[in-house]
């Protein structure tokens, strides 16, 4: 199966600048996750979304990030306006139940992201 | 809230030696335990779950719930074992994961 896709791979931008990120989940994960990894840390939950419905956002500092999945595929992630402490690794992950048990998440390559 | 500790950095050992990498966790609940994996240049990936108590390349880890830990254990380790190691947890039933901060895994020749 493909895997999860992420855009770009690299993004650098300057602070108070706006950027967004795309991800498009494994074909029929009805959960997709985003996810901020900051240099020497886990990766740290920003939202998640059942379907197109968002199901937890409680991470998410919402005066300036904001996420979508129209039509429950494909998402962005947006930052409007960055900040120098927005530099890290933007992960988006998609997951589904199999026979009602879940398996845990399937990961895409990130998107770095340097805020100067 | 949850929370996930792993308190070494790194772990540098030689090829053949026992590795333990150290998890633990807070958690009120019933939680379920997870171990993901990063290979240089490779995205992050699942390694083991606790529910499954299956052995993968080797590695087992046990949910010890009256210590609270989730320690991943290999009785040989192989330079191929060099990688981030990172320790997550989600409430039992739910998917979101609670990363702890990772541990670098160098196995020397």
């Known amino acids: 199966e493909a895997g999860v896709a992420q855009s770009p791979r690299y993004k650098i931008i300057e602070k108070r600048q706006s950027v967004a990120f795309w991800c498009n989940p494994i074909?029929?994960?009805?959960?997709l996750y985003w996810y901020q990894q900051i240099l020497g840390q886990g990766p740290k939950l920003l939202i998640q979304?059942?379907?197109?419905?968002?199901?937890?956002d409680s991470q998410l500092p919402k005066d300036r990030f904001s996420a979508e999945r129209l039509k429950g595929v494909d998402s962005t992630l947006k930052i409007q306006p960055a900040k120098l402490e927005d530099s890290a690794v933007y992960l988006c992950?998609?997951?589904?139940?199999?026979?009602?048990?879940?398996?845990?998440?399937?990961f895409g390559s990130g998107t770095r992201l340097t805020v100067v | 809230a949850q929370r996930v500790t792993q308190p070494e950095k790194l772990l540098s050992v030689f090829k053949g030696a026992p590795v333990e990498l150290k998890c633990n966790y807070s958690?009120?609940?019933?939680?379920?335990l997870f171990w993901y994996v990063q290979y240089s240049r490779q995205r992050l990936q699942l390694l083991l779950r606790?529910?499954s108590r299956e052995s993968i390349k080797g590695f087992t880890a046990d949910l010890n719930k009256g210590e609270t830990s989730f320690h991943l254990k290999k009785p040989f380790a192989q330079e191929e074992d060099s990688a981030m190691y990172y320790c997550?947890?989600?409430?039992?039933?739910?998917?979101?994961?609670?990363f702890g901060s990772g541990t670098r895994l160098q196995v020397q020749p």
């Open positions: 074909s029929g994960h009805a959960t």
């Open positions: 606790h529910i």
């Open positions: 979304f059942q379907n197109n419905g968002v199901v937890d």
């Open positions: 992950a998609s997951s589904q139940l199999r026979q009602g048990v879940f398996y845990g998440y399937t």
């Open positions: 997550a947890l989600s409430k039992m039933g739910r998917r979101a994961l609670t």
């Open positions: 958690y009120s609940g019933s939680p379920e």
